[in-house]
């Protein structure tokens, strides 16, 4: 518990960090309107965080949350086109359902087939992304096709925040009460802390994993719908390569890859440096290959604070090193 | 078996070898002697120091103090690699060998032979494989991936191994524990061959039958202490046995008075196509029902099958005189069945978690409404039985793996109490803690027992048993082989019943 809480102030001190030294070259950065448009450019990246931190959580990955994202996207979009009256509450019920269903697959596989998580998501984010060329017979699906109700509603502003910004932090809310609050949530951390002694307290381990990936896979979802409203755009390569930056937001989060660690907050906030970082560094002038070696630093850098922290100390022998404790 | 110079000098021996381990002194100051051409049995309890033992043999372990002398040269085993060099190996109850390897590869791996460009010349080491699987008489193809063979063949594999580098001493630890009837008798063929090859062979077995069979000589050990040893010829098994129980341990138990309550658990003919069968017992309230064997007798298996992890192909489950069934851990949580397994490390305690979380796991259903955990009670259960176990932790915000290996146990036993259990199952309780742990376990044990839990205790530990059992059940080869109360439970019952020897 010492080891997330102070994770979480390293980063949350590395994020001030990062934020005064770009702030000493560029105040405007850190003007409130800035920091809120880039706490909202981070916002699908903090919801597919959630998502996969829980699944990191019960020892898998999920590696087809980017392929879901553009699949439930490009159905969203599709459905918009062809139904421009749709409501938007029902859009986002199928974006959330499609992401379910899709992320639940994943579940049935690894629980009751028990093939590593790995493979079966590997292959899934093939098999998603060539169901978007499917249906679409590869074609895009355009600004000026989508209704302006269906491309509106990320951009709405609330309090002065845009929806999406809003979902993010309505997720963050609802996730930390799952899984802090929860018997379903506690289950991921038994499941990925000690799966053999989970099925000796009588958890289900597949049935919670199946849990986690249908979350994982339900956020995605969302996140399709706000991603192809936001950019307005729907085609087979959107977000392409994301859940990438999405399994690095977790382990710089201190999310361990080996399961059963981990934290809502250290989700959002690996989210939140990533994507500090990455606004950051075109205002300071740095060109994009220097953004991906220092998002991959921070990535190294990351897992090896991790392996330190989570390295078991010695046993303690001595009476006088135990009084110590 | 007719060598002619079978009390030669010894060609390995151990002299007041000593290994401590923090709070057991594991071996003191022991002596050991290995003759070419001869089978030694290293005969002793659990605990009686042998695994220790063929750890320092193959340098896995450094000894404290003592000497290993191989022919008249004092030598040390840093490295498992310096063990090798000088001629020994080990052959283990599981073999140590890669499964996706071929059986040529197996046998010579880290020492194939070599082309003149350093590549392994797979033909010389499938020529040399060939030769030595036939001077075994094994019928093995050496181009065969490990994994197609089974576990017979695969000693063979590993024999042929250790005859691949010209070993001296060969280490056999309960070879033949997981062996079929047929395949032992391979086995033993095998040893003979060796024999007349001039090996000297170190034998690990409790199996009675099969050290009269084929040993030359024995050793006992008894609580890592040295007991006797000598040839098999002049002690019959009687002798032997009363060397490996020897007197009780001078080990205090908590006294209690057996007050038994009314039947708990009935187990009606629990039988599984190849683990166990005709698994018949009553238990009672404020009993403590010990489960005796060796290694392999089918205890565990059968305590995970009541427990609903594996099923029975049949059998029936009372609980409190109604038939209940049970098909998950979670429905034998529900009908008051908990079981704490042998391996707390592997089985027990989630690490990561705080030791409050793992209290409550297995009782979520009653900390939580509607699937909310409600953190006060959940922190009041757990500061309850926490509490009641004495154990000290800084907070019970600690994640249970900085805690030590005696308080990682309470808390996992702690999680089980804290369902209210009927029945509780204790795996191997004592295995691996130090000896003031083991009191405290002990206490415990009673402790549940007077307050009218039944106990079911399976341990491989005589003075353990004995000590804390109202009753004890025997089990041999997946069967029970005797159920033994009140006078008859003396250690030279339990073993015979769990070696399979008549009464003498």
Redesign the interface.
């Known amino acids: 518990?010492n080891i997330l809480k102070s994770r979480e102030m390293i980063l949350t001190a590395a994020i001030v960090v990062l934020l005064g030294l770009v702030a000493t070259r560029f105040p405007a950065f850190i003007a409130p309107s800035n920091l809120v448009a880039v706490f909202n450019d981070t916002s699908p990246l903090i919801l597919l965080a959630i998502g996969q931190m829980i699944v990191i959580l019960t020892k898998c990955i999920d590696l087809s949350v980017a392929a879901n994202l553009a699949l439930t996207g490009m159905v969203c979009a599709m459905i918009n086109v062809a139904a421009p009256g749709v409501p938007v509450v029902v859009i986002i019920a199928v974006a959330i359902g499609l992401g379910a269903v899709l992320g639940a697959f994943n579940g049935v596989l690894v629980w009751k087939l028990d093939i590593p998580p790995i493979v079966v998501t590997l292959g899934t984010m093939t098999i998603y992304r060539g169901i978007i060329f499917l249906i679409s017979d590869g074609k895009w699906v355009n600004s000026h096709e989508m209704s302006p109700a269906f491309k509106a509603f990320p951009r709405a502003e609330f309090l002065g925040l845009p929806m999406l910004s809003w979902i993010a932090i309505l997720m963050t809310v609802i996730f930390f009460t799952i899984i802090t609050?929860?018997?379903?949530g506690?289950s991921f951390?038994?499941v990925g802390?000690?799966p053999?002694?989970?099925?000796?307290?009588?958890?289900?381990v597949g049935k919670s994993q199946f849990w986690a990936f249908t979350f994982s896979g339900a956020l995605a979802g969302l996140v399709g719908y706000l991603w192809v409203s936001r950019y307005a755009v729907a085609y087979v390569d959107i977000a392409l390569g994301f859940e990438l930056d999405v399994v690095a937001a977790c382990v710089i989060g201190g999310i361990?890859i080996s399961g059963?660690?981990g934290s809502i907050g250290g989700a959002v906030l690996g989210a939140l440096f990533l994507g500090v970082i990455k606004n950051a560094l075109p205002v300071v002038n740095i060109s994009p290959f220097w953004q991906m070696a220092i998002s991959g630093s921070a990535i190294i850098i990351a897992i090896a604070v991790n392996t330190r922290a989570g390295r078991?100390?010695g046993?303690?022998?001595l009476k006088k090193a135990?009084a110590t404790? | 078996m007719q060598q002619t110079t079978s009390t030669d000098a010894p060609v390995l021996r151990l002299d007041r070898i000593t290994k401590t381990f923090?709070g057991v002194k594991a071996l003191d100051q022991v002596q050991l002697g290995l003759y070419p051409g001869q089978v030694t049995a290293l005969i002793g309890e659990n605990g009686a120091g042998k695994s220790t033992l063929v750890k320092i043999l193959t340098g896995i372990y450094q000894p404290d103090g003592g000497a290993i002398y191989v022919g008249d040269e004092q030598v040390s085993f840093p490295t498992a690699q310096d063990a090798a060099a000088h001629g020994i190996t080990a052959i283990h109850q599981e073999t140590v060998l890669f499964d996706d390897l071929t059986v040529a590869e197996n046998i010579f791996l880290g020492h194939a032979p070599k082309t003149k460009w350093g590549l392994i010349d797979t033909k010389t080491q499938t020529r040399r494989a060939t030769e030595i699987l036939r001077s075994i008489g094994a019928d093995i193809d050496p181009q065969t991936r490990l994994r197609d063979l089974g576990i017979a063949s695969k000693h063979l594999v590993a024999i042929s191994r250790a005859l691949s580098i010209d070993a001296r001493v060969v280490i056999m630890d309960e070879p033949t524990a997981a062996l079929s009837h047929k395949e032992i008798h391979e086995l033993y063929d095998l040893v003979d061959q060796l024999k007349a090859q001039g090996k000297a062979i170190l034998f690990i077995s409790h199996k009675f039958d099969e050290i009269f069979k084929i040993a030359d000589r024995y050793t006992v050990f008894r609580d890592g202490q040295f007991v006797a040893d000598g040839k098999i010829a002049d002690i019959n098994e009687g002798e032997l046995v009363q060397m490996m129980v020897g007197r009780s341990v001078d080990q205090v138990f908590p006294k209690r008075e057996s007050l038994l309550g009314t039947e708990v658990l009935q187990v009606v003919g629990y039988d599984h196509p190849t683990e166990f069968e005709g698994i018949n017992f009553k238990l009672h309230r404020g009993e403590i029902l010990g489960f005796y064997g060796l290694v392999g007798a089918g205890r565990s298996e059968f305590m995970q099958s009541l427990?609903g992890?594996t099923k029975p192909s049949k059998g029936v489950t009372k609980v409190d005189g109604k038939i209940t069934v049970i098909r998950?851990?979670?429905a034998?949580?529900?009908a008051g069945i908990v079981?704490v397994?042998e391996d707390r490390g592997?089985?027990?305690?989630?690490?990561?978690?705080?030791i409050f979380?793992n209290v409550s796991?297995?009782s979520?259903?009653k900390t939580?409404k509607n699937?909310?955990?409600r953190?006060a009670e959940e922190f009041a259960m757990a500061r309850e039985y926490t509490q009641r176990l004495d154990l000290r932790a800084?907070s019970l915000?600690?994640?249970v793996?900085?805690l030590?290996g005696g308080n990682q146990q309470k808390v996992v036993i702690a999680?089980w109490l804290a369902t209210k259990p009927k029945v509780i199952i204790l795996d191997e309780p004592t295995k691996g803690i130090d000896i003031g742990s083991k009191a405290a376990v002990h206490d415990f044990m009673a402790e549940l027992a007077s307050q009218g839990l039944a106990v079911i205790m399976v341990s491989s530990e005589i003075p353990e048993v004995l000590g804390m059992s109202d009753r004890v059940i025997v089990m041999r080869e997946g069967r029970i082989a005797a159920e033994v109360s009140g006078d008859d439970m003396t250690p030279e019952t339990l073993v015979r019943h769990a070696a399979g020897i008549a009464e003498a």
């Open positions: 518990m609050r929860t018997t379903l506690r951390y038994a802390g000690n053999h002694a989970a099925v000796y307290t009588g958890i289900n361990a059963g660690i078991t100390k046993r303690i022998i135990e404790q | 923090p427990f992890i998950s851990p979670a034998a949580v529900e079981y397994p592997l089985q027990g305690a989630i690490r990561p978690m705080p979380q796991l297995a979520l259903k939580s699937g909310f955990i953190l800084a915000d600690t994640p793996g900085n030590s999680k």
